[in-house]
């Protein structure tokens, strides 16, 4: 007999020697125990949780500061707009009322929530010149445009400063017509072209509630036309007035004797922060009495604007 020997291919060889390798590769793996994985859910849970916290206390912390921002903007806004027309009270007044408002100064004390008001009469804006001159006794005069004269009415916009230099510089509005002004009384003096024309206003500001959340200081220029909002989360407005002899009023018994004024304003966040409740109180100033604690920021602004125009 006669026994014939056949080699297999070694390459053969090498591809079953890996197959039975991986193989018992495989059986020799453990899997994660439940132990394992549980512990691993715990410690990403606490990951997750302080990741979460930080994001929390961040945006906290950013809301915080943004509504902080805006109040003190409204803040520096409300005293800006105050203490410029308190500063110009009584300059181009008119010896008659001004809709309804004899003085320079017309203080109000306590009105709404214990708020005081304020109105100002003032010529505090120049709205046109002179196109043209205009002679001593003349009825009329010409503005540079339409839009100029229809600055002005017949009723609650009539009185009109022109030059700025006497008090014999005020006038009435009696007609409009195109540029041109009818005034009365005649014209008492001479005034060359470009002479500055002034709108004389009664202009009052007061904090409306109208929205008890988010009260607002308002002006109103008592013309008929929609008072403006000047700032929002504005809480309280208090005034006081010193007189000649430095004395200090919130009701002064005397207008006409007003030196200057001390403006106080409280400016607060827009929205209670729950992790401030109870911190937070409006306080005392002036003649208003302490608030009730609740949850708001709040921020105080006094100045005190001398008056240029008063108390000479």
């Known amino acids: 007999m006669c026994l014939v020997f056949i080699d297999r291919p070694r390459s053969l060889e090498f591809q079953s020697y890996k197959l039975r390798k991986a193989f018992l590769s495989l059986l020799n793996k453990q899997g994660v125990t439940l132990i394992e994985l549980m512990v691993t859910v715990v410690i990403s849970v606490i990951i997750l949780a302080a990741v979460y916290t930080i994001f929390t206390s961040q945006h906290r912390s950013w809301v915080i500061r943004a509504q902080i921002s805006e109040m003190q903007k409204n803040a520096r806004t409300a005293m800006q707009f105050l203490a410029k027309d308190i500063r110009m009270a009584g300059f181009g007044m008119p010896e008659t009322a001004v809709n309804g408002f004899s003085d320079p100064i017309n203080p109000a004390n306590n009105v709404t929530n214990g708020t005081d008001e304020i109105t100002v009469v003032s010529a505090y804006r120049q709205v046109s ?184």
Request: some cysteine; charged content about 25%; proline content about 5%.
């Open 129 to 312: 010149t002179l196109s043209a001159n205009a002679s001593r006794g003349a009825s009329s005069i010409t503005l540079q445009s339409s839009a100029d004269a229809a600055k002005f009415n017949t009723t609650t916009r009539r009185y009109l400063y022109l030059d700025g230099i006497s008090e014999d510089d005020n006038y009435e509005v009696t007609s409009i017509s195109g540029t041109q002004l009818t005034l009365t009384p005649n014209l008492t003096r001479d005034y060359s072209a470009n002479c500055p024309v002034f709108l004389v206003k009664a202009i009052t500001y007061r904090v409306d509630f109208t929205d008890p959340d988010h009260p607002s200081l308002i002006r109103d220029e008592n013309t008929g036309d929609r008072a403006l909002l000047i700032a929002q989360d504005i809480e309280d407005l208090q005034l006081a007035y010193q007189d000649v002899n430095g004395n200090w009023y919130n009701n002064p018994p005397s207008v006409d004797d007003i030196l200057a004024v001390r403006i106080n304003i409280i400016a607060r966040t827009a929205r209670e922060d729950p992790k401030w409740a109870g911190n937070g109180i409006r306080p005392a100033i002036e003649d208003h009495s302490v608030g009730n604690p609740d949850g708001y920021r709040r921020r105080i602004l006094t100045t005190v604007v001398e008056v240029r125009n008063m108390g000479l």
